[in-house]
């Protein structure tokens, strides 16, 4: 099997996944596509630098996120978590919640932010952060409490 077609079978069923992630930092479904397209060519590109295809999630996903903030920052935009993300999971349970939990999330800086959407809105296990982040494990861990006390303490 040839780079692209591995690549190519890698890729499968992961461009959605890709897609929820750029566009809670792009805020805008035409500029979250041209990130995972800018993302997918740059991993294509880069594919033969990665040693351990078992690592082929964290590593195009961290693409992403790099490719996203690269462009955020070319256009000077505040990273944040998308709105509609927090209404679609917490919407039946308290709508002042989500409002002031949203709220919250605003006084959040953008490390704080991005641990918040890896960890609760993406799923990853602490491990994938922190291989994502290029951390290890008890720092993602003191992050994360550090970043909930935060939200707690500004919720209460």
């Given at each position: 099997?040839?780079?692209?077609?591995?690549?190519?079978?890698l890729?499968?069923n992961?461009?959605?996944?890709?897609?929820?992630?750029?566009?809670?930092?792009?805020?805008?479904?035409?500029d979250?596509m041209?990130v995972v397209?800018?993302?997918?060519?740059?991993?294509?590109?880069?594919?033969?630098?990665?040693?351990?295809?078992e690592?082929f999630?964290?590593?195009?996903?961290?693409?992403?996120?790099?490719t996203?903030?690269?462009?955020?920052?070319?256009?000077?935009?505040?990273?944040?978590?998308d709105?509609?993300?927090?209404?679609?999971?917490?919407?039946e349970?308290?709508?002042?919640?989500?409002?002031?939990?949203?709220?919250?999330l605003?006084?959040?800086?953008?490390?704080?932010?991005?641990?918040?959407?890896?960890?609760?809105?993406?799923?990853?296990?602490?491990s994938?952060?922190?291989?994502?982040?290029?951390?290890?494990?008890?720092?993602?861990?003191?992050?994360?409490?550090?970043?909930?006390d935060?939200l707690?303490?500004?919720?209460?």
């Amino acid at each position: 099997m040839n780079k692209n077609e591995l690549f190519k079978k890698l890729m499968q069923n992961r461009e959605k996944d890709l897609y929820k992630i750029a566009y809670s930092y792009m805020k805008n479904e035409n500029d979250a596509m041209d990130v995972v397209q800018d993302t997918l060519l740059k991993g294509l590109e880069k594919f033969d630098y990665l040693e351990k295809k078992e690592y082929f999630d964290t590593w195009i996903i961290r693409i992403l996120i790099n490719t996203c903030k690269d462009t955020l920052k070319k256009r000077k935009m505040n990273l944040t978590i998308d709105d509609q993300d927090f209404t679609l999971t917490l919407q039946e349970k308290d709508t002042e919640g989500v409002i002031d939990l949203i709220k919250t999330l605003d006084l959040l800086n953008d490390e704080e932010r991005e641990l918040i959407n890896l960890k609760y809105f993406q799923n990853k296990k602490l491990s994938e952060i922190s291989e994502i982040k290029g951390v290890k494990i008890g720092t993602v861990k003191s992050r994360l409490s550090r970043t909930l006390d935060k939200l707690k303490e500004n919720l209460a």
